[in-house]
């Protein structure tokens, strides 16, 4: 007897909807499973028939054979386990074939029958919605992560048995309800808050700029300054997510097994921040299936490299392309996978291996010591960072002082310039000025005679690229959003320029890459 009965394929992001067809016919007894599987699911066999004869259902002698369709689709891991048993169940006649329709099946099984969590049922029970199945059966501990997505009705399942009583009436399993307030779930105490930390005005500017245009920031000085304390402050003045950038942050963190049932959605901006010894695959992805790396868990949020010039130089040169295109595509032999990498990067690094230059009572190291340590950092790579910015010793007076500005505050300016972005490229295919092509700038923004003039002069005068030319001009269109103008004036450009003031420095000692 043939049936069928749905699961879906993870293929990075994207799932796919696997067909399950079982056939029970007379012949040698024997189960096979067919249609391009690894070896994870090729094991689902004896998983398989353990399970259900654990569950009082014995398998017949009989040759079955089960296919998972479409045979192109390339099917990984474990979630397949609990759509093959119940369409073997539903060909032994146990189910009834009408009642597997628009219904779809994630699960791992155990040898006893229990159902245990899998990864990536968030972007699984969404692309079912979205292909108009009614209900989805997930493991019990998955269950608060399905229950994200709205128009399915969502179970959460023991066992095996459980399922099949449900299906066949006998005890009638209630789906999981959505109780999550999106508007309570967005709020957040940050640790980390800008009156906390006294001092670096200048600094403190810099990084309000960088948010509001999602521009990549470094912030170069000595130890002890606060350089780090401050990257960590900057989640409190980032807009609160939308439920939409919400739900793609945290397919990601599904598809990589990182929730749980009490964090079953990430309702807050990520902020990364790995160690100066990661590996270039754990910081892009990778693996024989490749896996998200730290770029793309800090999407919509900030990946925080912290002693820049530490990390190991290919390391860093991974991010180029990245940060470049705001996605990673990792290429494997049997096909292409793709995660998103749309993160604010921030690096901190001190300007000498001691960490104390530019105080020369302090820092003992040579000036080829310097050279070297800051050239670690490429050219190439400082190009792709639009405000370079310089962390000052704190002065006595300044730990004294009245308390700052609170990140409440510095937000609400930043929630008004991201707004004007969003309006002006509403019918564009971008949302920040980091993101404007030179194609765009040149179509948006219109600068006087005065400001040409001076864009011409500082051009040869501090032997600027193309790219970090149109860097400025981004860098000035957002601080005149953050002033509630539309044009670009002299004062944006100066300021703007004062955040690529340190580019000469920083590159004294690197390879000048030509691109």
Known sequence: MFSKSYCAALQGMRAHIVQVEADLSDGLPIFQLVGYLGSQVKEARERVKIAMKNSGYKLPVKKITVNLSPADIRKEGTSFDLAIAVSILCSMGILRTEKLDQV???GELSLDGSIQNVNGILPIVYEAQKQGFKSCFVPKVNEQEGRM?????VFGAESLSQIVKHLSGSDKMLPVKNTLDMSNA????????????????LLKRAIEIAVAGQHNLLIAGPSGSGK??????IPSIMPELSFEEAMEISKIYSISGLLDEKHSFITHRPFRAPHHTITANALVGGGIVPKPGEISFATGGVLFLDEFAEFKRSTIESLRQPMESRSIILSRLNMNYQYPASFMLVGATNLCPCGFFPNLNKCRCSEKQIKNYIGKISKALLDRIDICAEAMEIQYEELSSEPEESSDVIRERVKRAREMQVN????KEIQFNSQLTPKLLKDSLVLGAEETE???????KMNMTARSYHRLLKISQTIADLEGIETVKMKHLKEALFYRGMDTLLCGGGDDDKE
Not at 187 to 200: A, C, L, R, W
Not at 228 to 233: H, K, Q
Not at 424 to 427: T, V
Not at 454 to 460: A, D, V
């Open 149 to 153: 997505v709205a128009g399915i009705k």
């Open 186 to 201: 967005m709020e957040k105490e940050y640790t980390y808050d800008f009156s906390d930390v006294s001092g670096q005005v």
């Open 104 to 106: 779809l099946f994630v």
């Open 424 to 427: 002006r490229y509403k019918n």
């Open 228 to 233: 780090t304390m401050l990257a960590r402050c």
């Open 454 to 460: 001076f864009l011409e002069e500082i051009y040869e």
